[in-house]
């Protein structure tokens, strides 16, 4: 069965870095994009973009396009976001999603940032 | 970017009883292969979400058949015939027809 397990929990201070991993199971790993979706407490869903694992190809949300990046490791079947320059408002559960229609979710990895 | 815009219920929903769940995009979420990328996602507080419905209305794997999605280019519906008790949480509409993909606020299920 496809599965999508996350990195654990992080705290992280103002300005560092943070790198959230989501590695796959249950089918082939190249076939599917990955989606990165974050939830800010409270608050509702947010794209942050998404990477082929085909050509590594990616698209990032505009807002975040300075401040992600995101890669795979085919040979692991893991797809990873690094989150750079940190602030508080970052602070939320970051998901991996498999695309073909968003079915298959890691359990989500909570980044706190806070000084 | 396409903004998406989902009605909040108006009350609490009765065990049993119908609910819908309105959503409008702000430009056609038809791609260029022909099929219209709205998606309904279900969230319960402290999971994941989970796919209810894609390409407007296509019930995913496992989901019951008391979901129902319908709609085209910019106005959308998700609908439960009967609601259950496992229901309760937060419904969000997503478009994927083009980059940046983007949520609805979401929408609260209450049961009365």
């Known amino acids: 069965q496809v599965q999508l397990v996350q990195s654990g929990a992080e705290v992280k201070k103002p300005g560092a870095s943070v790198k959230v991993s989501c590695k796959a199971s249950g089918y082939t790993f190249y076939t599917y994009g990955i989606s990165w979706v974050r939830q800010a407490p409270g608050q509702g869903l947010e794209w942050l973009g998404r990477?082929?694992?085909?050509?590594?190809?990616?698209n990032y949300a505009q807002r975040f396009q300075d401040r992600v990046t995101m890669t795979t490791d085919t040979s692991t079947s893991t797809a990873y976001m690094e989150l750079r320059s940190l602030r508080s408002d970052d602070t939320a559960v970051y998901y991996c999603?498999?695309?073909?229609?968003?079915?298959?979710w890691g359990q989500g990895t909570q980044v706190t940032v806070s000084s | 970017d396409i903004v998406m815009t989902q009605t909040a219920l108006s009350s609490p929903v009765t065990l049993g009883q119908p609910a819908s769940i309105s959503c409008r995009s702000s430009q056609s979420l038809v791609f260029s292969d022909g099929d219209t990328y709205l998606t309904w996602l279900h969230q319960r507080p402290g999971q994941p979400p989970r796919l209810l419905i894609y390409k407007t209305s296509n019930r995913f794997s496992g989901v019951p058949d008391r979901f129902s999605g319908s709609g085209a280019g910019t106005e959308f519906t998700l609908k439960i015939s009967r609601v259950e008790a496992e229901d309760v949480g937060f419904y969000y509409c997503m478009q994927a027809a083009e980059f940046p993909y983007t949520f609805g606020q979401g929408t609260k299920l209450e049961i009365k």
């Open positions: 999603t498999r695309e073909g229609n968003l079915g298959y």
């Open positions: 990477i082929s694992p085909y050509n590594g190809k990616t």
